[in-house]
């Protein structure tokens, strides 16, 4: 298995103001690896690196207003740290996000082109994630999508219910990716995706069989002729098998 979750794509009207907003949120630090495209990840970081999922903002002419399917929840250290991250958060532009979820310990704020994001209540199991705590999937079953993905990257289960899955790298280190039980139908175009990358990369044709072989199936975006390859998952999440530039 040869395959590593390595970052999560955001589609963006204003990929550099989004991304010095994002770049802000995380304290990390942000560069372009060419036009229309902001590449975030942590100071000295060398990727790939299972300690981090990157993001990665891509400008696209109108990306859709969706109920989005992926979305990121932020770790903090103490209820205070918790406080001070979303009044520092509301500064850099984000909006408090009124939803039907009950009296919950979390906030939900929207950044700044409306994708939606949690700041979590401390809580143990993410103290060493580094400042993203999860990358969350809504999907219609966890189990299933944990059949799919477990054998596509090479994360290791933590936790698996009806109603929730936690995978996260083998090597006991960065955030957690999860996959959450939604009883909506949210099988519509989402801005945010997750990007995987092989390694060796030379390995991205046999990855994508094997891909295939697991339920995954082409898909068609628009990509054009670009190194990486396009395949949405058995619940139709689409993500990108990342290629040799």
Sequence with gaps: MTLQLVQ??????????????????????????GPGVINLEPAGFDWPDPSAVCVDLVRVPDPETVRYRVHLELATTSAAHQAELVARLTDLGATPVQV??????????????????????????????????AVVVDCADPRAMVRFWGEAIDWTVHELTDDRALLRSIKGV????????????RLVPSRIHLDVRPDP??????????????????????????PWIVLADPEGNEFCVLGQH
């Design 201 to 226: 990369v030379e390995d991205q044709a046999k990855e994508v069989a094997r891909l295939e072989g697991l339920g995954a199936t082409r898909a068609d975006v628009g990509q054009g002729d670009v």
């Design 8 to 33: 999560v794509n955001f589609k963006a009207r204003d990929e550099v103001a989004l991304g010095e907003f994002w770049a802000a949120a995380l304290g990390w630090n942000l560069s372009s690896e």
């Design 174 to 185: 960065g955030p957690y990716l999860e996959f959450r039980r939604t009883p909506e139908d």
């Design 100 to 133: 039907d979820q009950g009296d919950v310990p979390w906030v939900t704020l929207t950044d700044p082109e409306g994708n939606a994001f949690s700041v979590l209540e401390p809580r143990e199991l993410y103290r060493d994630t580094g400042p993203v705590a």
